[in-house]
């Protein structure tokens, strides 16, 4: 990173950071929020194991990217490419709420099922399109170039790309979800 400006050294830190607060927020949210019943207390199931190993996994690979000084590009490219539906994410998660407290209007039964079908659109095409790339091409630079051989250590970059593979095949449940979401859309709804 030290071949960067001062100005850029500090956006592209305060940039992690950032995203690493989001994993954090993000986990809690999801485990916390959505995942605690009343009387029994945290219920995890498999799936969601996935899903805090995927924030246990970002959060490490910003971490050491920071630590190092090297691979901060391609930690942000990784999370904004990996957390890009994030907004349409939470908008379904709040039309889900809503229906849920049985709030029922005609907006949100209009808007509901466009959201759910964007929000799959999207996750589905950065998670099989846009994801794989970029991971290949990491892995690529990585172990191939000697740029990325000089700058990281191959142990380091071994247990990055390990956490990239594994982190774009954990989300396999979601993206058969999606799928599942984009083929029994009817077009009368869109």
Not at 75 to 81: E, G, Q, R, S, V
Request: charged residues 10%.
């Amino acid at each position: 990173m030290n071949i960067h400006p001062d100005w850029w050294q500090d956006a592209a830190t305060s940039l992690i950071q950032f995203c690493t607060g989001y994993m954090i927020y993000d986990a809690a949210v999801q485990f916390i929020a959505d995942r605690w019943q009343h009387g029994v207390g945290l219920v995890l199931s498999t799936v969601d194991w996935l899903f805090l190993g995927h924030h246990l996994a970002t959060s490490m690979y910003m971490t050491s990217a920071r630590l190092i000084q090297a691979g901060h590009m391609s930690a942000m490219i990784l999370m904004f490419f990996g957390e890009i539906t994030a907004p349409i994410m939470n908008v379904l998660r709040i039309t889900n709420i809503l229906t849920e407290l049985e709030y029922s209007s005609r907006l949100l039964q209009i808007w509901r099922p466009r959201v759910e079908y964007l929000f799959a659109l999207a996750y589905v095409f950065f998670r099989t399109v846009v994801g794989p790339f970029l991971a290949v091409h990491l892995t690529y630079d990585l172990l191939l170039t000697k740029e990325g051989r000089s700058n990281v250590p191959i142990g380091l970059s071994l247990v990055w790309l390990s956490m990239v593979w594994i982190v774009l095949l954990g989300s396999w449940p979601w993206i058969q979800r999606s799928i599942k979401i984009l083929r029994g859309v009817s077009m009368a709804v869109l």
